[in-house]
Nanobody, 123 residues
Framework: QVPLVESGGGSVRAGGSLRLSCKASGIPSTPYVMAWFRQTPGKEREGVAR????????IYADSVKGRFTISQDNSKTTSYLQMNNLEPEDSAMYYC????????????????WGQGTQVTVFS
């Protein structure tokens, strides 16, 4: 069973919006942190946003501040990434990640991952 299931990717014109969803259906308990990463071919996976269950603190990469918003549902098992004012540089495979402990944007530290959803922004 896939730990995390993403949805909501697609193609959009620059300036448009998309909303990604990530449901933690295959992990044993409510995660402490849920995060979004993205990756383009030939580049390392980079952190985009993360949110902590305990206090709702949200952290963003500088490149998306003011344009992306991460949130969770009341059960804290589904996270959302609202992406506004998209730019071609935002095109990537977006991955949801989760862990039972405090994590930053260190890719290797996350235990649970989704399979990714593609976001393409055209000008």
């Amino acid at each position: 069973q896939v730990p995390l299931v993403e949805s909501g990717g697609g193609s959009v014109r620059a300036g448009g919006s998309l909303r990604l969803s990530c449901k933690a259906s295959g992990i044993p308990s409510t995660p402490y942190v849920m995060a979004w990463f993205r990756q383009t071919p030939g580049k390392e996976r980079e952190g985009v946003a993360r949110i902590y269950r305990s206090d709702g603190v949200k952290i963003y990469a500088d490149s998306v501040k003011g344009r992306f918003t991460i949130s969770q549902d009341n059960s804290k098992t589904t996270s959302y990434l609202q992406m506004n004012n998209l730019e071609p540089e935002d095109s990537a495979m977006y991955y949801c990640a989760a862990d039972m402990y405090w994590r930053g944007f260190d890719v290797a530290s996350y235990q649970y991952w989704g399979q990714g959803t593609q976001v393409t922004v055209f000008s």
